[in-house]
């Protein structure tokens, strides 16, 4: 069985600052991955990272950046220069299993 | 091109209604999903399509009858739901199912159903 815990219901940044969001994991698989899912309000769930278990590097794709402890079993996303679009739900996720989410509000 | 598409992206319907929910992708992917996404929680898995065939059906109430015709289109058809099921529907997939924990699931906008 897999868990994904996401222990911030919800966070605040002042723009241009970077934020980490939380994300824990407990699974009895060797091999799998870990996502990252940002979801406005209009309720698309937009695929923003990926961590694979095996991977030796953190992921990183343009501001976001995975912060990635395997013997801690956590996942934690950082976003750089936060942007007032970054407003959001966030999801981290394992297989078809997701973390209750962080709603993260950025402030001018 | 990562799109999946969801139509409609509204709908209301009666207990009496019977409609369906639709969804396409075109990324020659081979698993899609249904997931139902309550206000203010994560989304929860529903079925799981691999190879156009049902590979998982977590448990869900009949009323709801999903159904593949093709490896680019899943629907989801809708019959006698109860005000509960009033949710936001996500559809997705993913390259394949077989390695799916590491698989990148990519979804569409989904489709708010409101059931009166």
Known sequence: AQKITQTQPGMFVQEKEAVTLDCTYDTSDQS?????YKQP??????????????????ATEGRYSLNFQKARKSANLVISASQLGDSAMYFCAM?????????????? | DTEVTQTPKHL??????????????????RAMYWYKQKAKKPPELMFVYSYE???????VPSRFSPECPNSS??????????????????CASSQDR???????????????LLVL
């Open chain 2, 53 to 59: 065939k049902l590979s998982i059906n977590e448990s």
């Open chain 2, 98 to 112: 077989l390695a799916h924990r590491r698989e990148t699931q990519y979804f569409g906008p989904g489709t708010r």
């Open chain 1, 32 to 36: 799998y991955g870990l996502f990252w």
């Open chain 2, 12 to 29: 209301v319907m009666g207990m009496t209604n019977k409609k369906s929910l639709k969804c396409e992708q075109h990324m020659g992917h």
């Open chain 2, 73 to 90: 289109l899943l629907n989801l058809h809708l019959h006698a739901l109860q005000p509960e099921d009033s949710a936001l529907y996500l």
């Open chain 1, 41 to 58: 309000s209009s309720g698309e769930m937009i695929f923003l990272i990926y961590q694979g278990s095996y991977d030796e590097q953190n």
């Open chain 1, 95 to 108: 297989g078809h299993g997701f973390g209750t989410g962080t709603s993260l509000t950025v402030i001018p």
